[in-house]
């Protein structure tokens, strides 16, 4: 696979490594009142789909900038590339 | 033996010639021989052995779909099993030996399996062999066993060396035939970035093997004068003996170059080269493969591919047989017949399947319309043929045609399915095909010449434009659209003796019609039911005509029955390409730690971790064993001073103004507040809770601090705090930068370290416990200048120092801390002296630290915050984690002459030794020096309210058992006064 | 119709015409009590041991493809009880225990192959957790053997030991461990519940789970609605998706794992050999090819195929374990779908629904586990209660935080 890196440009996906599903970004609030159940769900139930898949994976043979990767789980097509940093910061999460 | 089969003219060079040997007979080839071609020259019809029925088989193609003959090539440890002697190319000095056989070829005692056929039917070994239970794997499975299998591995190391390599181009042509040679010439002309493979050694494809014309000339003329014009331009790559095996996501194909199996000795070059080519678009190009006609005792030697036929009569000069006689169901087969006529071969029949005039004149042949094979003559090799009419004819060869299939191989790796085209009765290319591959030629059904080389131009330029280039021109080669009218015969019904589709794994129709009986219908299961296409050959001319017998059964049609999917690789890679230089020392890159020249020189013996070397112990002269040394190291320590190389362990530079809030978050204990000039110890957890690493963070100025996580963590561990960076807290101000391999670092630790390093650091440092007390550090110079960083932290347990200076001063510092240390009795010592004192006090490492504990485990409960954000402290909460009652311990020997030993399990005294009494196991043990007795760290149920009492530690895998008597985890020093002396 | 020796030549001597077909093709009936989604090799084996050892006859096994054609048709036959954890351990113990019964017991022989599994040892820290995890098997009444480099380098001259990056300090050995022959697992789970009744029905994609009222009522399918009180989820790979017609979520990925052979050789390995250092795991099947797999290529896919840089890295550990098998080649490849649980361990347990059950998250393990997962899984559901060496096998656990973490990497599905 090749992944078009939006500060590199095409790169063998094998200098990334592979984190998974990207709600990994959604990192729940550990002070709200469900925080316990939030965490089961956020550790444990992420999104499987045979198609589209929004997913992480880090440029450590590289830049060492984390990815969220669109790619189809059926296909293996790559349709979007972002920097993980500007999609968590879209996301609404700060310090 | 002479080479009495050959006939006037081919693309062989007559002024070389080869010596070869097959099994230990000395024939003679030349130059553009394939071995296949030159046996077949020299009169050889029988080359080998069939796999189940040990039945005689001779060469039946001329290609990579070869089924049966298999050869072993070269000797000793270059033996290569399996090889097609239809690809092998003829070197001066080749020795090839049959294989799978009990005594010689001729006369193979396994043999004896095909007159016991009829109990060896598909599947059979799924009905019996069950009974007595007990000689299955005693008498039956050898027996099985050690009858199949083909060729044999020397067993010797591969002396080969292979290499591999990266390709980046706009165009991939795969197949250098009629249409791959057009479609590389149009994008060659446009300028495109163009590489052109071909598993051959004479590119050309079937233009070699034909008698046809382009632009006027011979096929093969053309073919060399248009790649000429490709080899003259700068933007073509030209790969001969290179197969494309197999197509990948995103245009990523893998290729095998042979650069050195067309020669006696490869010469310290490497024997092959496995590229990835990174193509932007792709032309498979890969033509089509001549499929045969089933009937009775159809795998006789002599019974070939009627293209195969021709390709020996019109490239290498050889002809198969004297007298020829041509069955077919098409009008290609026709001109195998013609060919031969002009080579002056004696065509004896053209039997024809259908009933239809004569395509073209062959002088001497009988036309047989209407007719087909039913059954063969001849052990081992043919004699004649009878036909469903009875007649029987002469003849030493019998030249089969039952149309050709496109090779579609490729367009089905990334599982695209293949459909069915009625008017040429053949899958082509269908479905969704590999991103950016579109397909050409025979290989999409264009089936004859003057198609073939349209369509490669016309494919290559659509592909090129797709790219922004502008097409060149240039007009199309021309040639002629020969006749190739087919009308399907999948096999010939009034055959009585079986009729073989798969020749290699010994499938036949009944076989499968055996199959449809038992409910084995699905193509799958017929395919794992009866072995039928996963032979060497993966069924390229078998599992059409197999899928058509079983469309037959059901009574549906061929693509209704369905079709195999085809897998990576077309033909097969050998293993030591694909390895690479990835063997041996090389297989992984091994890491050296700065002192690692002085430990050498020093006595050292080195353990693998990681990929890094460590000093283990060193040995000083006099000492008997590693034990010795080991004590000797451990004992120095605590007396006097040691001295380690601990480099290894990660060193993460974290830098900026929320670097405190950061390390705050990722480490569950508090960090916010660590003054400058300190240094803490840090728990990390997994987001689920469990322990993930551990090691110290030193705070060198406000914004600036000094991580340091274990040795096997290191990379982990920093992949994991730019994620939480990047992706958690984005915008926190904080850096991060991997340092483990800019400073060396060492260990100074034991009562006298402060002594030592007052020698060492340079003046303006004030050593004292007071000026610089546990857990400080700071930034110095050691030996008048040298920038370092200074660290008092212990893991020995003793009062101890880090010290750290630029990595390429790591071998001298070894040497100056060990010479300077020589007054108080210096020594360094290695990882394992390093491991018995941590075991003494009780720290912990991998062992303990193993994915599956928690911090209450490791009793460090109390470091798990609630009152702040950090990763894993919601998790750690869950109600069976908490109350997982296991902790660390210490545990010894009541028996103090007894080791323990790691690994064993604990059982409360008086229980019985099974799981449900498991009560925990024993994580890690050592001698220790300082108590004169072996001591061990363990994991134990409700630890902690267990001091004093008595357990049995059972290691029944050693057939051992001994009591140990729970005791706290700190064995020495456990009020830690020496640290803080 | 009984298999035999006596059989065969029978058979053999009159044509082999009286064979009779291994299962029947029936149509759906609009109702069963049971519905087993997938016959693969545990919806099979469950079919199997649900009519066999507890009487129940009307279930039917729904097949969107081919019986047979899910992992167990695509997985490297090894079958092994060498397992650490108390949750595992004494479950795969009885899967090994019903391996060895099984050509018997289903009257087909399936080759179950004794041949023996070893882990090599490359450094002091594993053989202390290869230690711990044999004695654990001897807890659990498995065998175990520990071997040192001396009985290595007797047994299997042909493994690198001189000139090794990971130099081999010893083995852990179960001599019970071994392979099977994987296609013919699933053929004789299928024909013995297909002779006691049970439909199986290939072809037959279920498209949606009908649940009335927290209750599941039956199933829709390609070939029309089939009703049943009980039905029970058994996909692997297709898990996500199965579930997702009942609106649960899961606690696994799907993951692409390849698997290689070679061209067919004259015996050369005497069984399983585990090269963790390299990734690598190989044996040779009766026929003579090196059946060998490695990693997960790493990614979520449903694709069943994987790419390059994994097929490198296999066989590169393959040539700096064996650097005999240079010159055999790699005749094909395939990749299956993983159900890679969070915790590297399996599922048997109800649903949420009433009637609904969930067998999945087998990761790259469910080979070996087909019989005792077919058992455990018949025991659930007609018992209603997890069978003893199954109970820890809860969807719940993680909510818990009852880990069965074999390896220790946590909630990263692609590191189990």
Known sequence: ?95 | MSQINRVKGGLIDRSTPMNFTFNGKSMQGFAGDTLASALLANGQRLVGRSFKYHRPRGIFSAGSEEPNALVQLRSGAHQEPNTRATVAELFDGLTATSQNHRGSLEFDLMALTDYASPFLSAGFYYKTFMWPKALWEKFYEPVIRSSAGLGRLSMDEDPDIYDKGFLHCDLLVIGAGPSGISAALAAGRSGARVILADEDFAPGGRLNAETLEVDGMSGADWATQALAELAAMDNVQIMTRTTIYGSYDHGVYGALERCTDHLASSNGKPRQILWRIYSKRAVLAAGSTERPIAFGNNDRPGVMLAGAVRTYVNRFGATPGQQVAVFTNNDDGWRTAADLAAKGVNVTAIIDSRDKPAVCDVPGARHIRNAAVRDTAGRKGLKSVTLTDDQIIDCDCLAVSGGWNPNVHLTCHQRGRPEWRDDISAFVPGGTLPVGMAVAGAANGALTLGAALAEGRAIANQQIKDLGFTASRKAAPKAEDEAFECSPMWHVGESIKRAWLDLQNDVTVKDVKLSHREGFRSVELLKRYTTLGMATDQGKTANIPALAVMAECTGKTIPETGTTIFRPPYTPVPLGALGGRARGHDFRPTRLTPSHEWAKANGASFVTVGNWMRAEWYTRPGEKGWRDSVDREALNTRTNVGICDVTTLGKIDVQGKDAAEFLNKVYSNAFAKLAVGKVRYGLMLREDGICYDDGTTARMSENHFVMTTTTANAVLVFRRLEFARQCLWPNMDVHLISTTDGWAQFAVAGPKSRDLLRKIVDEDTDLSNEGFPFMGCAEVTVCGGTPARLFRISFSGELAFEIAVPARFGNSMMEVLNKAGEEFGAAPYGTEALGVMRIEKGHVTANELNGQTTAQNIGLGMMVSQKKECIGNVLSQRPEMVGDDLRLMGFRPVDHSLDVIAGSHFITKGDEANMANDQGWMTSTAWSPNLGHSIGLGFIKRGNERIGEVVRAVSPVHGKEMEVEIVSAHFIDPEGERLRG | MRYSGFRVLREGLTGNKGWKAAWREPDPKPEYDIIIIGAGGHGLATAYYLSKEFGMRNIAVLEKGWLGGGNIGRNTTIIRSNYLLPGNEPFYEMSMKLWENLEQDTNYNSMVSQRSILNLIHTDGQRDAFVRRANAMFLAGADAELADEAQLRRELPFLNFDNARFPIKGGLYQRRGGTARHDAVAWGYARGADSRGVDIIQNCEVTGIDIENGRVRGVQTVRGPIRANKVAMCVAGSSGRVAAMAGMRLPIESHVLQAFVSEGLKPVLPGVITFGAGHFYVSQSDKGGLVFGGDLDGYNSYAQRGNLPVVEDVVEGGMALMPMIGRARLLRSWGGVMDMSMDGSPFIDKTETEGLYFNGGWCYGGFKATPASGFCYAHLLAKGESHPVAREMRLDRFKLGHLIDEKGMGNQPNLH
Do not use: C
């Open chain 1, 1 to 95: 696979m090749i992944i078009n890196h939006p500060l590199l440009g095409p790169r063998d996906a094998a200098e990334f490594i592979y984190l998974g599903d990207a709600s990994l970004i959604d990192r729940p609030d550990w002070q709200a009142e469900d925080a316990a159940a939030k965490f089961y769900e956020y550790g444990y139930l992420r999104d499987n789909p045979a198609g589209q898949h929004q997913e992480l994976w880090y440029h450590e043979q590289g830049d060492r900038s984390w990815l969220v990767v669109t790619r189809n789980t059926l296909t293996h097509e790559i349709t979007k590339v972002e920097l993980a940093r500007d999609v968590a910061r879209t996301r609404g999460r700060d310090k």
